[in-house]
C-alpha cells in the first residue's frame, strides 16, 4: 500500500489520474473502517486532508458550494439557514467524533444508501462538482446514485465540492435508527419546500438500492398544494393529503429485509416520516406566511 | 519498529494492579462502609492503567486466529504452506501440531477443541494460528491458508437438534451428563417436581399460559479479548492475560500445553470488563503456543469483529409456562418448559440449566410445580456465562407471565406479586428453605414509592428537545405518537457456585512496619474487572487490621484461587477470605504484643482486643500499644482458604436440593415512551430498589445497580447477535450493528438500596452485581406493553414488533 | 514510511509505518502511548478518542499518515506537567464514573473539550456530547454526575 499525499487539489488531481485505483481518504470514517476489518487493501491510499480548500464553503448567491470534505460538525452548525435540511441530517450522522471527521463528499463517494446526506441533498437539490486533470464537470444529484456504492464518478475524478441550492422554503430530516443516537439508518427521509418554484422535493435513504426521490409522492403533494391554493392561502394541508403523500412515498421505496429491519417495517416508517415531516415543513411555511401577512407595510 | 519511551522493555506493559493506598487519620478511615475511591482510579483516568491489549515486550510477535468461514462442515484439508512462506511469518499451527494428546478445553466438559479437528462446529471457530512480525503480516498470512471444507446440515434448535434424523453436534459423547440426558444433543436437563401441579391446576380459577422468546445477548465488554505470552528459561510459558479466573484457566491451559501448572505462571493484566464473557478461554492457550513453538514473547489483540466470536454469549431462550392463581390472587401452581441454546461447546450450559431450572418461577410462593429446563448443542455460537446466567431469561418469562395473570385477574400487578412474595423461610421449588431475609414486597413498596419522573420532559420553551424523545438525535418525533408506559419487575438471583461446587478462595494477608507505619498487603487471585473487588479488600484490611496503608498486589497463581469473578460472588468470597485472613493476622498480632506487652496492662490478657488507627485497643477504646511497637521488624504472612457453606447437587429427576449459598433480590420500576407509529422506545426513567445485605462500599453498589440495570435494558429494547436461521452464521459481529445502549438511551436510574443482614454471610453482605440484570429487562418490556397493549413475548422488542409492520 | 507529529506537546516519530496503520496503532504501538484505546477499531465506541488539532476525532479512523504535521492530544496529554489531575480526570475518580475503565480516557477527552466549549453544560448537552462513547459498566450515571461535579468545580475555580 502507498500513502499519497498531494499538497494542492492539483496535485491530487494528478494523483487520481496518474493512479485511478487510489482510494481517497478525507475524514477516513469509511475507508478507515475497511482497512481495520482487512475488507480492502487499496493499493493507493490518496489523503485529501491537506487540501484547505475541500473543508470550506462559499456562499454567496443562491448557492452554497459545500467543499467535499467541510465536516458535519460545521455543517450543523453554520449552515443551518441555508441548507436546512441538510444541517439536520448532519446532527443525525454517527457521533460527535465522527461529525468532527466526515463531510459531503465522503458519503457521495461511497454512495451507501445509507449514508445520512443523501436524502437532504435529493430534496434539496444541486450538483456534485467533479473534477479531474480532464476538467470539470457538473454531475446533477438526481444522475449521481448509479448502485449500491455506485456512483456517476470516473475513475480519474475526485469531488471538489457540492452546489445546493440555498433554501427558499422549510426543509426536514428525519431517519429511524433502533438507538437514539450513534445509529445507521434504518431508513430515512428528507422533504424540502420550494416555495419560489412551488414544488416539494424528497430523498429516501437506506431503503432501496441507492438513494432515490419520491416522485411520483412529490408530483401529487406539488399538484394538490397547487390546486388547493395552499401555497398563497397557507391553510393546513388536508389529511387526506398527508396520507396519500405518505402512501406514495412507501411506494416508491424499494427496500429489503436485513438484520437491520424489515421491507415492510422501512416502507411503514417511511409512511409515518413522510407525513410528520411534511406536517413540520408544511406548518413552519405557514407561520412565515402567517408573520409576513401581519407585518405592517414598511 | 521504534522504541516504547513509557513503557519497559522486560517488564511487559507497566504493573498493572499494585497500588497503594492511603487514608488519612486515625481511627481507621476508609474502611467498609465508605465510599472509598478506588485504588487503580487515579490510573485509569491518567491512562497509565496496562490493560491486556496493552502490553508490549521487545521483540514481541502478534498472533492471529484464522476462523472458520462456516458453521457446520468436515474439513477436507488444511494447507498452510504458502503462509509459512510468508516473510515475517514464524509459525503457522493446526491441529496438527498441537504439543500433547490433551487437545480440548472447557470449564465443567472438555469438548472444545484447542484448534478444529476434522471438522467445525459453529462460525467462527478457530482452525490455525499464525505468529508474525506485524499485526498485517499474520493477518496476510492467515489469508493464504488454504482451508477446503465440506458442509453438513447444521442444527439451529429444538426441532433439527432432537428430532428424528437429527445430526449429532457431538458424535461420542461421553461426559458426565451424557448418561442422564434424553438425547445426544442436549447438553443437561434439570427437572424440578415438587407438589402436585396437576392436582393444583383444578383448584386455579385462572389458568394463564404463555411463550416467549429471549434473543442472544453479548457482553460485549469493551476491552477486546488479549494478551500476551511469554516464553521462560524453564521450559514454562509467563502469560499476561484479562481473565476472569485465573486458575480456572491454568487448569485448561497447562494441560494442553504438556507442562505442569507451576511451568505455567499467570499474572492478571487490566480487564476491560467482563460480565461472564471471559469465563472460558479467549487467546490464552493459542498464544501460549505460539511462544513457546517460536521462542518469542506473543501478543494476541482481537478485534471487535473477532471478538464477537472469542467469546461465548448468554443462552437465547424459548420458555412456556403456565400459572393458575385463585380468585383472591393467590398462585396456585406453575409449569414451565425452558429450552437454551447452548451452541456448539457446552461452556457453562451446565450451570445455566441448573440456576434457569432452580430460578425459574421467581420470588414467590409456589406450592406445586413442574419444571423443566435443558440446554440444547446445536452449530450456534457457544453460549456460556452472562451477567444473571439462567436466571435472566426465566425472568423476563415469569414477569411477564404474573403481569398477565395480574391482568386476568383484575388485580394491581405490583399489589399482585406483593400477595405472592416469597420471604425469609419461604420453600424454593427446590425444597431449600430460604434462611436469610427475602425482602421482595418489601423492594416492589420501595420503588413503587420512588416519585415519578414529570410527564413530557421533552417540551421545552424553543419546542422539542428530541434528546429527550424516542428517536433521539434522528429527528422523528417531536411528540406525535408518544405514548407512556409504567412496568413493574422483580427478580431473584443466586450468590455463589451452586449444585455442590467446592467454592472457595484464598487470601494471602501480610502485615509489618515499613517506615514506622504499619502496612498490610492484600494478595489474593481475584479478578479485578471493573466491579471493584479492589477497593473492597483494602476496605476490609483497613477495617480489621487498622491500618491506613494497604497495598493490593498483582493478582497472580502464586497465590491460591479465589474462584471466579462472577456469580455475584467476589465481595462475599475473596472479600471474605481477606476478612479471614486479615482476622488470623490479627490473632498473631495480638499474640506477639501478648508476648511482649501482656506483663505491663491486664487488659492483654482479660478485654477484646482489637486493631485500631495503628493502634492495639481494647473493645472499650484504650490504646494498649501501637502496631509498630508490637511488630518491630516482625511480618505477619497468612495465606489462607475461605468456604461459604457447603451446597448440594439437585437431584436429577426432582431437582430437590438445597443448591444455592445465598438469594439475592431486585426490583425495578421502568417508565418508558414508546413513539407508537414508528415503534421506537425512549426509556426515561429505570428505578430500582434492591437489598444488598451491608453496602461496603456505597458509591460502588449503586455503580453496579445501574450498570446491570443498562445491560437489562439494553436487551429489552436493541441488544441481539442476529443468526441465521439456514446457514447458523452471525449476521451482526460489529458495533455498528449489535448496538448497546448510549448515554442517550439510558435514563436517570434513582437506586433505593436496602440492607437487611444475611447473618451467614461476611459482614451480613449480599453479592448485589446480577440481580439488577433480571428484573429491568421485563420491568421495560411490561412498560412498553403498557403503553402500546401489545403481547411482545419476545425481547429485545424491535421496531417492527411494535408496529405490526 | 515515516510519521511525525506532535503528541501532548511533544514531537514524536515513528518509522517504518505500515500505509494502513490508524493514528490508534501508531500511538498505542508505536510511540508507547496505550492511553487511547482499542475497544472497536469503527467509530462507534470512542475509546480511541483523542484531539486532533484541538477537535475530538476517533483516532481508529485517521490514518496514521494524515497526522503528519499535527497537533496530537491524549488522555495523556490531560493532567499537569506536575502530575496533578485536571478537573476531569479528578471529578471521574471522586464521582465513580470509572469501573473497568476501558471508555475512560476517550471519555475524559470528549469531556474535557465539552467543558471547553461548554463551561456550564446542560445534562441533555452532556448526554449529547458523550453519544458517542460507549460505556458498558456504568449505566453512565456516574459519568453524568462526574461532568456536573467537574463542570462545578471549573465554575467554583474562575
Keep these: ?277 411534511l406536517g413540520w415543513t408544511w406548518e413552519q411555511y405557514r407561520g412565515k406566511q402567517q408573520d409576513e401577512r401581519n407585518q405592517p407595510c414598511a | 519498529m521504534t522504541g516504547h519511551p513509557t513503557r519497559a522493555a522486560t517488564a511487559p506493559g507497566r504493573t498493572p494492579t499494585s497500588v497503594t493506598q492511603g487514608a488519612d487519620g486515625s481511627p481507621t478511615r476508609g474502611g467498609i462502609g465508605e465510599s472509598t475511591m478506588r ?106 491458508i488454504r482451508v477446503e471444507y465440506e458442509e453438513l446440515p447444521v442444527v439451529t434448535d429444538e426441532a433439527s437438534a432432537t428430532g428424528p434424523g437429527a445430526v449429532l453436534v457431538h458424535e461420542h459423547r461421553d461426559d458426565h451428563h451424557s448418561g442422564h440426558v434424553p438425547h445426544p444433543n442436549i447438553v443437561h436437563r434439570q427437572p424440578i417436581v415438587r407438589g402436585d401441579a396437576a392436582a393444583a391446576a383444578e383448584r386455579a380459577d385462572v389458568v394463564v399460559t404463555g411463550d416467549y422468546v429471549f434473543g442472544m445477548q453479548d457482553q460485549a465488554f469493551l476491552g477486546p479479548e488479549s494478551g500476551l505470552a511469554v516464553p521462560a528459561e524453564d521450559g514454562g510459558v509467563d502469560l499476561y492475560v ?65 471478538s464477537f466470536f472469542g467469546h461465548v454469549h448468554r443462552h437465547p431462550a424459548r420458555l412456556h409456562y403456565e400459572h393458575g392463581a385463585t380468585r383472591d390472587g393467590r398462585l396456585t401452581h406453575v409449569r414451565c418448559r425452558i ?19 432452580s430460578l425459574s418461577i421467581g420470588p414467590y410462593v409456589v406450592e406445586d410445580v413442574d419444571i423443566e429446563a435443558i440446554a440444547l448443542y446445536t452449530n450456534n455460537p457457544p453460549c456460556g456465562a452472562m451477567r444473571g446466567f439462567g436466571a435472566v431469561q426465566a425472568c423476563f418469562a415469569y414477569e411477564a407471565q404474573m403481569d398477565k395473570v395480574a391482568a386476568e385477574l383484575g388485580l394491581d400487578p405490583v399489589e399482585f406479586r406483593q400477595i405472592n412474595a416469597m420471604e425469609q423461610g419461604t420453600v424454593m421449588p427446590t425444597g431449600q428453605v430460604v434462611d436469610s431475609p427475602a425482602p421482595v414486597a418489601e423492594l416492589l413498596r420501595r420503588v413503587k414509592a420512588l416519585p415519578m419522573p414529570p410527564e413530557r420532559q421533552w417540551e421545552t420553551t424553543e419546542g422539542a428537545d428530541v434528546r ?263 449476521r451482526n459481529p460489529s458495533f455498528t450493528d449489535y448496538l448497546i445502549p448510549t448515554i442517550l438511551d439510558t435514563p436517570t436510574m434513582p437506586v433505593d438500596v436496602l440492607e437487611l443482614a444475611d447473618e451467614h454471610a461476611p459482614y451480613g453482605l449480599r453479592g448485589i452485581g446480577e440481580a439488577p440484570t433480571l428484573s429491568s429487562t421485563p420491568a421495560v418490556l411490561a412498560a412498553i406493553r403498557q403503553a402500546t397493549g401489545l403481547e411482545l413475548t419476545r425481547t429485545p422488542v424491535r421496531p417492527e414488533h411494535l408496529t405490526g409492520a | 514510511m515515516r510519521v511525525t507529529f506532535t503528541v501532548n506537546g511533544r514531537r514524536q516519530e515513528a518509522d517504518d509505518v505500515w500505509e494502513g496503520e490508524s493514528l490508534l496503532y501508531v500511538l498505542r504501538e508505536r510511540m508507547g502511548l496505550p492511553g487511547s484505546k482499542n475497544a472497536c477499531e469503527q467509530g462507534e465506541c470512542g475509546s480511541c478518542t483523542v484531539r486532533l488539532d484541538g477537535v475530538p476525532v476517533c483516532s481508529c479512523l485517521v490514518a496514521a499518515g494524515q497526522a503528519e504535521g499535527r497537533e496530537v492530544v491524549t488522555v495523556e496529554g490531560l493532567a499537569g506537567k506536575d502530575g496533578r489531575l485536571s478537573t476531569v480526570q479528578q471529578a471521574f475518580v471522586d464521582a465513580g464514573a470509572v469501573q473497568c475503565g476501558f471508555c475512560t480516557p476517550g471519555l475524559l477527552v470528549a469531556a474535557d473539550e465539552l467543558l471547553e466549549r461548554t463551561p456550564e453544560p446542560s445534562d441533555g448537552d452532556i448526554r449529547e456530547a458523550l453519544s458517542g462513547n460507549l460505556c458498558r459498566c456504568t449505566g453512565y450515571e456516574k459519568i453524568l454526575d462526574a461532568v456536573r461535579l467537574a463542570a462545578a468545580r471549573t465554575g467554583e475555580a474562575v
Design chain 2, 468 to 730: 429527550a424523545l424516542p428517536g433521539g438525535l434522528s429527528n422523528t418525533t417531536h411528540g406525535e405518537g408518544v405514548v407512556r408506559g409504567v412496568g413493574y419487575a422483580v427478580g431473584i438471583k443466586n450468590v455463589g457456585f451452586s449444585e455442590g461446587f467446592d467454592d472457595y478462595s484464598t487470601a494471602r494477608v501480610r502485615m509489618e512496619v515499613i517506615n514506622g507505619e504499619p502496612v498490610a498487603t492484600v494478595h489474593t487471585a481475584m479478578a479485578e474487572v471493573g466491579q471493584g473487588g479492589v477497593t473492597v479488600h483494602a476496605q476490609i484490611a483497613r477495617s480489621e487490621l487498622g491500618v491506613s496503608q494497604v497495598t493490593i498486589a498483582p493478582a497472580d497463581t502464586r497465590v491460591g484461587s479465589a474462584g471466579s469473578t462472577s456469580a455475584s460472588r467476589q465481595t462475599y468470597m475473596t472479600g471474605g477470605a481477606v476478612k479471614n485472613s486479615c482476622e488470623a493476622v490479627r490473632e498473631k498480632v495480638l499474640e506477639i504484643g501478648r508476648r511482649k506487652f501482656g506483663t505491663y496492662h491486664p487488659a492483654w490478657a482479660t478485654a477484646e482486643l482489637l486493631l485500631e488507627g495503628g493502634k492495639v485497643v481494647t473493645d472499650g477504646g484504650e490504646a494498649l500499644a501501637d502496631i509498630a511497637d508490637v511488630l518491630e521488624d516482625e511480618a505477619v504472612d497468612v495465606e489462607l482458604e475461605f468456604r461459604h457453606r457447603p451446597t448440594q447437587a439437585f437431584d436429577l429427576r426432582t431437582g430437590q436440593g438445597n443448591g444455592h449459598v445465598q438469594y439475592s433480590f431486585a426490583a425495578h420500576r421502568a417508565v418508558v415512551e414508546v413513539d407508537t407509529e414508528l415503534g421506537l422506545v425512549k426509556v426515561v426513567e429505570l428505578a430500582c430498589a434492591q437489598d444488598v445485605g451491608k453496602a461496603l462500599n456505597p458509591l460502588s453498589v449503586v455503580g453496579q445497580i445501574q450498570g446491570g440495570s443498562t445491560q437489562g435494558l439494553g436487551v429489552a429494547v436493541m441488544e441481539e447477535i442476529v443468526v441465521d436461521p439456514v446457514t447458523a452464521k452471525v
Design chain 1, 1 to 277: 500500500m502507498d500513502f499519497l499525499r498531494p499538497a494542492s487539489w492539483q496535485e491530487a488531481l494528478a494523483a487520481k489520474a496518474e493512479h485511478p485505483a487510489a482510494v481517497p481518504i478525507a475524514g477516513g470514517t469509511d475507508v478507515m473502517v475497511e482497512i481495520n476489518f482487512d475488507h480492502r487493501r487499496p493499493e493507493y491510499l490518496l489523503d485529501l486532508n491537506r487540501i484547505g480548500e475541500l473543508e470550506e464553503w462559499e456562499a454567496d448567491g443562491d448557492t452554497v458550494r459545500l467543499g467535499a470534505s467541510v465536516p458535519y460538525t460545521r455543517i450543523m452548525e453554520g449552515l443551518r439557514a441555508e441548507l436546512p435540511g441538510l444541517a439536520l441530517a448532519a446532527h443525525t450522522v454517527a457521533s460527535p467524533q465522527i461529525r468532527n471527521r466526515g463531510g459531503v463528499g465522503g458519503n457521495l463517494g461511497t454512495a451507501s444508501p445509507a449514508g445520512d446526506a443523501h436524502p437532504a441533498l435529493l430534496a434539496g437539490g444541486g450538483a456534485v462538482e467533479a473534477e479531474s486533470v480532464r476538467g470539470t464537470r457538473m454531475i446533477p444529484i438526481d444522475d449521481f446514485y448509479l448502485g449500491v456504492k455506485r456512483n456517476a464518478l470516473a475513475p480519474d475524478e475526485l469531488i471538489r465540492a457540492v452546489h445546493l441550492k440555498k433554501a427558499t422554503g422549510p426543509q426536514q430530516f428525519s431517519k429511524v435508527g433502533t438507538r437514539n443516537a450513534m445509529v445507521i439508518a434504518v431508513c430515512a427521509f428528507g422533504i424540502a419546500l420550494h416555495p419560489d418554484l412551488r414544488t416539494v422535493r424528497t430523498g429516501i435513504g437506506s431503503a432501496a438500492p441507492t438513494p432515490i426521490r419520491a416522485t411520483t409522492a412529490e408530483e401529487f403533494l406539488t399538484a394538490a398544494l397547487e390546486e388547493g391554493g395552499f401555497w398563497d392561502n397557507g391553510k393546513a394541508v388536508p389529511p387526506s393529503v398527508a396520507r396519500q403523500f405518505a402512501d406514495l412515498v412507501a411506494g416508491a421505496a424499494n427496500p429489503i429485509d436485513d438484520v437491520r429491519g424489515t421491507a415492510s417495517y422501512r416502507r411503514h416508517a417511511l409512511a409515518v416520516m413522510a407525513r410528520r415531516t
Design chain 2, 339 to 357: 429450552v437454551l441454546d447452548g451452541g456448539a461447546y457446552a461452556s457453562a450450559s451446565p450451570a445455566v440449566v441448573g440456576n434457569a431450572a
Design chain 2, 242 to 306: 484479562a481473565t476472569q479466573w485465573l486458575h480456572s484457566d491454568l487448569r485448561q491451559i497447562a494441560p494442553v500445553l504438556g507442562l505442569p501448572e507451576k511451568k505455567v505462571r499467570m499474572t492478571l493484566s487490566g480487564v476491560g470488563g467482563a460480565f461472564g464473557g471471559r469465563e472460558d478461554l479467549s487467546m490464552q492457550i493459542h498464544g501460549c503456543l505460539l511462544a513457546l513453538r517460536t521462542g518469542k514473547p506473543v501478543k494476541i489483540v482481537y478485534n471487535r469483529f473477532e
Design chain 2, 39 to 144: 485504588p487503580d482510579g487515579i490510573l485509569k483516568v491518567t491512562g497509565e492503567f496496562a490493560y491486556s491489549s496493552d502490553l508490549w515486550h521487545e521483540d514481541m510477535l502478534w498472533g492471529h486466529t484464522l476462523r472458520s468461514t462456516v458453521a457446520h462442515a468436515r474439513i477436507v484439508s488444511i494447507d498452510t504452506s504458502e503462509a509459512l512462506a510468508t516473510s515475517g511469518v514464524y509459525a503457522v499451527l493446526t491441529y496438527d501440531d498441537l504439543p500433547t494428546e490433551v487437545r480440548h478445553y472447557g470449564l465443567e466438559i472438555r469438548d472444545t477443541p484447542v484448534l478444529a479437528h476434522g471438522k467445525v462446529r459453529h462460525h467462527g471457530e478457530p482452525v490455525a494460528l499464525v505468529a508474525a512480525d506485524h499485526p498485517e503480516t499474520a493477518r496476510r498470512a492467515a489469508a493464504k
